[in-house]
């Protein structure tokens, strides 16, 4: 049985025998497990970061003679997801022979196509530049991980000193150099110079272990791990208090929440100057520390030291000059005072790209901040989706640590500006970004759908994140808003999904709701008015409860819900979009129906008034209008069909059936119909079009508008 021979503090031990058993004998498959699990601790390595590799004896297919093959994780993949598919194979020969052709340094880019004629697994992935890192080292198993502890050491001014004091020499040292064939060459000279070593540490950039086994390569990694961690531990507030001691207070919890869901969107909108981005905050004590401190001025403008977190952070993060309390009310004055510090930032970042570039460099890409450190408040991250933006705020807390660990042993250095900026605008990273797959329609998108937990706003929801938008669920009912939440959660991830309960009625759950949706995504694009109730009796019937309680939620809570949509996307500057859901019913007089028609009446009327004063601002305001749509609704409950059928004569089984023989179409109106008529509104052709009404209704004549 494999039990460790130490005790982790520092990184958490996952390794479960009973699972490695099941694998045993399967490289590979060990592979993907210590990968895995070694990926699920973001104190062993970061989102997308590091490599791990195994080397087996498969049979060639053409000669039938054994070969040694590396399994190694492809281009673009994360250890901690990965799976079989996510593996790129070689012939491991053939890789070592490319040492044969190789022209030097300034030739490295060439070889990345090379690899591709070493492939051995035709399902490969695309192999990444740290193939030959892992090639020309002899061992069965490798990581190349990304520890915030080694890296510290690695970025710190006397970080070849500390690994020979601290690993006593069983930890080789080499340099900071760009990742490619040469470093390759270079880690098998290190290990030559340096036999029976058990890793070696790259210079600002990471860490190399191994073992013979999966197991023994992991029990490796873990070790050397925790020997830095502790090293760092013992050294914090050593020499002077962590980052040089507290600076600025921070806010109480629910005031930082409530300062950050506030500016936000105010900060969304200059992020998307050029593009349009998704937010996070983070206001973690890791993020407080430091943002807090008095060497934050120092250490943020030096920038980040690892390849992988300035690729995702940019170079440095915008600092505001915001008293953590300030007033937010004077939201045009924000916009100025925090604009002129963007453009700064963006003048620096043009500045970075035309002193660094190269006759060949690709394009300055956006030169909008990436991480805004608010001191007392928090950082935000904004970024293309809302998982490349929560990954740069991990990034950033990365980067965080590496500098606390640097400035408690030694002294933090970061990457010089054009080895920086060598490896963002590299080459071979460029054609990565280009071959990524074309944004989804509602990519970049933020909607808040109310009455989302079924029915109708159940489906436009997930037509939304479909086409590849962000979700806000809402609902009144909070078990079955639960149980949509944990269903898009499983099928689309949790990134882009929040659930959020929502009474229309009531603005301060209203309130909650947009703090909510700002706090996780950063701003809004998208309101769909879709929550509402049905009322069927008589005329006579009708009681003053009846009529106020269908205002309250159709009239009334349309308004309200576009009231605070309406305050973000102003605050953006980015204009956007309001889809009513409101019904047939809005234009077709029925029987026993006078107090919900009249409140759908409302809805539709209102969304003109709104479409005619919000255009200004180029928000769109657009109505669907359903009919009968029974599927999965609320709709039918409370008698409503018992009530629409006695009005038509007939039994409550015939409904259905009775509503589609009415139409023009003799056609059932289902929910995807009315998602997709919602998504018409918002998905990009019908840009230029306000104050419109989409009728899905089978076709009834009665409902014409003209």
């Known amino acids: 049985m494999n039990t460790p021979i130490m005790s982790f503090k520092h990184v958490s031990y996952l390794w ?117 890192l892992h090639g020309f080292l002899p061992f069965k198993h490798i990581d190349h991980l990304h520890p915030d502890a080694a890296i510290a050491i690695a970025a710190s001014k006397d970080g070849e000193k500390i690994t020979q004091e601290l690993w006593k020499g069983a930890i080789a040292w080499v340099p900071w150099q760009r990742p490619g064939f040469d470093l390759g060459l270079k880690l098998k000279e290190a290990l030559d110079k340096n036999p029976g070593i058990r890793g070696i540490m790259l ?42 001691g507290e600076k600025v207070s921070s806010l109480e919890a629910s005031q930082r929440k409530s300062q950050a869901a506030k500016l936000a969107p105010i900060l969304r909108g200059l992020a998307s100057s050029e593009k349009r981005m998704v937010g996070t905050f983070n206001d973690n004590e890791t993020v407080l520390q430091f943002i807090n401190s008095h060497d934050l001025g120092k250490l943020a403008p030096m920038g980040t030291s690892c390849p992988d977190h300035f690729l995702r952070t940019k170079i440095s993060p915008l600092v505001l000059d915001l008293a953590p309390n300030a007033d937010l009310s004077d939201v045009l004055g924000l916009k100025e005072k925090i604009g002129k510090a963007f453009q700064a930032y963006r003048e620096m970042y043009a500045e970075y790209y035309q ?14 901040p990436v991480v805004i450190l608010w001191p007392g408040v928090g950082l935000f991250s904004y970024a293309k989706d809302k998982q490349t933006s929560r990954v740069a705020s991990e990034f950033y807390i990365n980067a965080i640590n590496v500098m606390r660990g640097a400035e408690a042993v030694s002294e933090y250095v970061s990457l010089p500006l054009q080895e920086a900026f060598d490896i963002e605008y590299w080459l071979l990273e460029e054609a990565k970004l280009q071959r990524m797959p074309k944004e989804k329609p509602l990519s970049r998108k933020i909607a808040l759908i109310t009455g989302s937990a079924g029915g109708i706003g159940k489906g436009i929801a997930e037509r939304y994140v479909q086409e590849g938008a962000c979700v806000v669920l809402t609902d009144i009912d909070q078990e079955r808003l639960n149980g949509t939440v944990a269903d898009f959660e ?58 106020a309680r269908l205002n309250d939620i159709l009239v009334m809570g349309q308004y309200h819900v576009s009231k605070a949509g309406v305050q973000i996307l102003r605050e953006q500057g980015l204009g956007g979009d309001i889809v009513n859901v409101v019904s047939k019913n809005a234009l077709v007089a029925g029987p026993k129906n006078v107090a919900y028609g009249t409140a759908k009446a409302a809805q539709l009327h209102m969304s003109r008034l709104m479409a005619a004063e919000l255009a200004e601002d180029k928000i769109r305001v657009n109505v669907v209008n359903p009919d009968a749509v029974i599927e999965n609704s609320n709709i039918w409950e409370g008698g409503w069909a018992e009530n629409r059928a006695k009005a038509y004569g007939i039994d409550v089984k015939d409904l ?51």
């Open 16 to 132: 479960d025998e009973a699972k490695a058993a099941k694998l045993e004998g399967n490289e590979v498959d060990l592979l993907i497990y210590r990968s895995n699990i070694l990926g699920a601790d973001l104190r062993i390595t970061n989102y997308g970061g590091g490599n791990t590799s195994c080397k087996t004896i498969e049979l060639d297919p053409l000669t039938k003679e054994p070969v040694e093959v590396m399994w190694i994780k492809g281009s673009g993949g994360d250890i901690g997801t990965m799976t079989r598919a996510g593996l790129a194979g070689l012939y491991v020969d053939k890789l070592r022979s490319l040492k044969g052709i190789y022209r030097g340094i300034e030739f490295e880019d060439e070889m990345v196509e090379l690899f591709n004629h070493c492939i051995y697994d035709l399902a490969s992935k695309a192999p990444s530049i740290d193939t030959p």
């Open 203 to 244: 210079g600002g950039h990471g860490l190399f272990t191994w073992g013979d086994t999966a197991y023994e390569c992991y029990l490796n990694s873990l070790e050397v791990i925790e020997a830095a961690s502790a090293y760092l531990t013992a050294n914090y507030g050593k020499k002077r208090p962590v980052f040089g």
């Open 355 to 368: 002193k660094h570039k190269h006759p060949n460099s690709p394009a300055m890409r956006d030169p909008n």
């Open 490 to 547: 499983k099928k689309y991830g949790k990134d882009v999904v929040l659930g959020v309960r929502l009474d229309v009625t009531d603005t301060g759950s209203l309130a909650e709701a947009v703090q909510a949706t700002c706090l996780k995504f950063g701003g809004l694009d998208i309101v769909v008015n879709n929550a509402g109730i049905s009322i069927s009796r008589a005329f006579e019937a009708h009681t003053d409860e009846d009529w």
């Open 656 to 706: 259905p059936q009775y509503y589609a023989n009415r139409t023009l179409l003799k056609e059932s109106v289902k929910v995807s119909d009315i998602a997709d008529a919602a998504f018409a509104f918002v998905g990009g052709l019908l840009s230029k079009s306000t104050g419109n009404m989409l009728n899905v209704d089978g076709g009834l004549a009665a409902a014409f508008p003209r």
